[in-house]
């Protein structure tokens, strides 16, 4: 076979052309088939890992400054609860304070006018009573008086009365 | 087996050989079916065939980023794949399937036990090494390389191009050729004295059989290296 290669003898160099043209189109058929998407691929491949590597450590930095913050709320709201609640105390003391007053103040202007209501009372019941007294007395008396008449003075009585009557009559 | 008929065929005026021409088409099948089915269905999460396929292009990647500066490997890279991938199975092909025809020319075996194969393919890289070295360099410092260390250099520079070229394709050849000669005439040696021959060369076959695919994968491994080596040099000034 090595004879091929001996001057004279035939070359074969349709062969040469051959497997040049169809290395050539192998090559291209690879690239199309298989090198381009696949190395396309090994390339989206290493960038997503590397893309996922740095979204990895953003999180990471994401996550570790969320915790600071919100340990910085928590101190702060329970700062604030402390605050809200000795307001709330010293108001509490505040308002116990001015009802107390207030209610002693009232107290002591109900009782002023009670006693003076009393007072009143007392002045109309004894003053009613003394009119009644009277009254009575007086009924008591008429009636005494008239019993005593009607026996021995009946003609003077009628004329009383007619006498009230003719004085009625003028007024 | 040099007195073997060859069958050849004329076309354009050139002559070709069958037995080139057509363990020629079908490793080429052979590598675009490979690389057909194992690229469907592509995935960022990648399945059996991706993975092989993958593996390879890493593996001949690897092989270029050996000597060619990181920069420049992408630009080869499918070149490297593509010429790995056809000398190795040009090279295996022929252990497995070696067809004649009834006058005894063979019309089926390895591409690569062919000189002119193999030389094609030495050429090629020999071509673009050259290309490579005028595209990054300019033509003028690719050919002032040729002058280095010292202008009287310039005759075993332009020697070494031959040489280069000739040791890269010869030695793929003598090994692939060797191979099938050999596994020839341990057939030869079974089919000499009956059954008797037939059970004492089944396992010396078999053992230079499979020395042989050890051998062929080393052929390919090693073209690739040394066209890589060669394209490399022609990248860089020489100081």
Redesign the interface.
Known sequence: MLSHLVVGQTLYFGDSLFYIISFVLLMWIIKIFAWGPVTKMMQDRADKISNDIDSAEKSRTDAASLVEKRQAALANSRSEAQTIVSDAKTNGQQQREQIVTQAQADVQTMKQNAQKDIEQERQDALSDARNDVADLSIEIASKIIQRELKADDQKALIDSYIEGLGKQHES | ??DDPVS?FQ??G????TA??VS??VV?LL??AV??F??RK???K?TKG?NF??WL?DFTNGILKGSIPAGDVGKF???G???F??LFLSNEIGLFIQVATRSGATIMRS?T?????T???S??TMMIAQFAGVWKLGYKAHFANYMKPFVFWLPISIFEEFTNFLTLGLRIFGVI?SGEMLLGVIWDLAVSHGIVTMIIALPIEMAWQGFSAFLGAIQAFVFVTLSSVYISQKLELEE
């Open positions: 087996m040099s050849t076309f354009l050139l002559t070709f050989s080139n021409v020629g088409l080429f590598v675009v690389v057909f194992t690229s592509l995935a960022m990648p991706q396929l993958e292009i890279g499918l070149w794949f593509t010429l991938l056809f591409p036990s062919d000189p002119i194969a030389l094609t393919f050429l090629m050729f």
